[in-house]
């Protein structure tokens, strides 16, 4: 038998879909859902948090969205609620690349639905997603899926939404921080922001990103694709996209940076201290010194009182970053497949 088969090989009936716009998400049924899909939302803390509190949070992301303009859509049989999304415009990146884009998150489907019925319901509630996208004029959408939900994937590709990327998230539970292996450099330094790293790290960006995304599918102008981490690195060191930098000097020059984010709102909601090392990169020239290293290094130096757990998360391929990662005490905590979708080409 095929270990990968979780759901019973039966024959299921063919189902008579209708797919709902939701106006409000009822607390009994989403609950529900959350409790039978296989894996949930911010999976890499559920080592940390409490599943009911994630729920709770997730849930109140999702009214939140609905306040602000995102769109949620349901499926249900027999009465039950077995399928979930939202899509909801992506506003910096629309405003940067100068086209509408979107991005569906979350994309939730019963796992208690026979595995043919499932195909079709996954399948109904993305075309009446991709629908409702293209009737506000949106161009590009972002879906992304857990590797375990293989039927998922099959069904987006049937759609023509195509792979980009595996993201892999890891993390670290900062109590078990050796603080050895994350003591300061001798031949370099590793400090916090100051106002005349904006350049000099703009142009660092501007050089370092080729795994993204963006760059990953050519579709996207490779050249506003360059210039995207530039002003994310700006955003950041401008106190508008990050609490803090971490940056790394050599003879008085910026050559490297990361970005911290302290989860707030996701704290405040699951009782647990969340962080993230959001964004990297070091000078090409200098690259192979363990420079990386020791700002993640750093990141953790600064995160410690203020951080429970500490994420970070980059592409698959990736291999060097994420040993120096493992090297630090981070483990291996989700991973995700990041597919694209175009409009004119389903």
Not at 38 to 64: C, F, G, I, N
Not at 95 to 120: A, C, H, K, T
Not at 131 to 155: A, F, H, L, M, N
Request: proline share 4%; charged share 30%.
């Amino acid at each position: 038998m095929n270990g990968l088969l979780r759901r019973k090989d039966v024959e299921a009936k063919p189902v008579s879909l209708r797919v709902t716009e939701l106006d409000e998400i009822p607390d009994g049924e989403f609950e529900d859902l959350y409790s039978a899909t296989r894996v949930k939302p911010h999976e890499h803390l559920s080592d940390w948090a409490d599943e009911r509190k994630l729920m709770t949070y997730e849930l109140s992301s999702l009214q939140r969205g609905l306040r602000s303009g995102s769109t949620v859509l349901a499926v249900r049989l027999s009465g039950n609620l077995v399928a979930l999304l939202a899509v909801s415009k992506l506003g910096f990146d629309s405003d940067f690349f100068q086209f509408p884009m979107g991005r569906i998150s979350p994309l939730m489907v019963s796992d208690s639905v026979p595995m043919g019925q499932r195909n079709e319901v996954t399948k109904g509630i993305l075309r009446k997603a991709l629908s409702k996208v293209k009737r506000e004029g949106i161009r590009q959408v972002t879906v992304r899926v857990p590797p375990r939900e293989y039927d998922i994937i099959q069904t987006c590709t049937a759609l023509k939404f195509d792979f980009i990327d595996v993201l892999v998230t890891y993390a670290i539970d900062m109590t078990r921080v050796d603080k050895e292996r994350i003591s300061p450099p001798k031949d370099f330094v590793i400090r916090t922001k100051r106002s005349e790293d904006i350049q000099p790290l703009m142009r660092v960006a501007g050089d370092s990103f080729v795994k993204d995304r963006f760059h990953s599918d050519k579709r996207f102008d490779q050249k506003i694709a360059d210039r995207f981490h530039s002003k994310w690195i700006e955003n950041s060191l401008t106190g508008v996209a990050a609490d803090e930098v971490i940056v790394a000097e050599i003879d008085g020059r910026p050559i490297g940076f990361t970005t911290l984010k302290i989860n707030r709102e996701l704290s405040d909601a699951i009782g647990i201290r969340s962080c993230s090392m959001i964004l990297s990169a070091v000078d090409s020239s200098v690259r192979g010194r363990g420079i990386y290293r020791h700002m993640i290094a750093g990141g953790l130096r600064w995160f410690m009182g203020k951080s429970d757990v500490t994420d970070l998360g980059t592409q698959i391929d990736n291999l060097a970053v994420q040993r120096a990662w493992c090297g630090l005490g981070f483990k291996p905590a989700s991973h995700m497949v990041t597919m694209h979708w175009w409009d004119g080409q389903s």
